[in-house]
Nanobody, 122 residues
Framework: QVQVVESGGGLVQPGDSLRLSCAAS????????MGWFRQAPGKQRELVAS???????NYGDSVKGRFTISRDNAKRTVYLQMNDLKPEDTAVYYC????????????????WGQGTQVTVSS
């Protein structure tokens, strides 16, 4: 009953901006660290940015200074503001949420969104 849904991907030109959103919903007790990963064709999945429930952030080296992650705890939503996009940013972006679902186990699990395509092309 836990779902993670991304939105906001698209096709843009170098230098443009995009804002991705990821909402965790369903039978959730708490969503802890949430973050964004990306995977380009022929490459391994890499961390883009993450944010803890308290707001501490971590960024991959390739996006520092250009991307900003934020969250709205009330909405269980994380955002990724991507500025000055480059062709190297082209990838499928996946949202990850570390969630404690309602239920008998009360343990934390990783949930993944379906991915949203970001294409940066001139």
């Amino acid at each position: 009953q836990v779902q993670v849904v991304e939105s906001g991907g698209g096709l843009v030109q170098p230098g443009d901006s995009l804002r991705l959103s990821c909402a965790a919903s369903g039978s959730i007790f708490v969503a802890n660290t949430m973050g964004w990963f990306r995977q380009a064709p022929g490459k391994q999945r890499e961390l883009v940015a993450s944010i803890t429930g308290g707001g501490s952030t971590n960024y991959g080296d390739s996006v520092k200074g250009r991307f900003t992650i934020s969250r709205d705890n009330a909405k269980r939503t994380v955002y990724l503001q991507m500025n000055d996009l480059k062709p190297e940013d082209t990838a499928v972006y996946y949202c990850n949420a570390q969630v404690v679902p309602m239920g008998s186990s009360w343990r934390q699990y990783d949930y993944w969104g379906q991915g949203t395509q970001v294409t940066v092309s001139s």
